[in-house]
């Protein structure tokens, strides 16, 4: 007597993480009462992981 057991486990698993950062500053300078600079800085991070 032979007995043949056979057993195929397939497991698939698929992760994506998308991570989106932006982050916006704006820094006002008083040089003197009549002069003002802006200045605006955007930066953007994206992040993508599988």
């Known amino acids: 007597t032979t ?3 056979s057993t195929t486990t397939t497991t698939a698993t ?3 993480t998308t991570t989106t ?3 916006t500053t704006t820094t ?3 040089t ?3 002069t003002e600079t802006t200045t ?3 930066t953007t991070t ?3 992981g599988s």
């Open 14 to 16: 698929s992760t994506t």
């Open 40 to 42: 605006t800085s955007t």
């Open 21 to 23: 950062t932006s982050i």
């Open 3 to 5: 007995t043949t057991t």
């Open 46 to 48: 994206t992040t993508s």
């Open 32 to 34: 003197t009462a009549t």
């Open 28 to 30: 006002t300078t008083h």
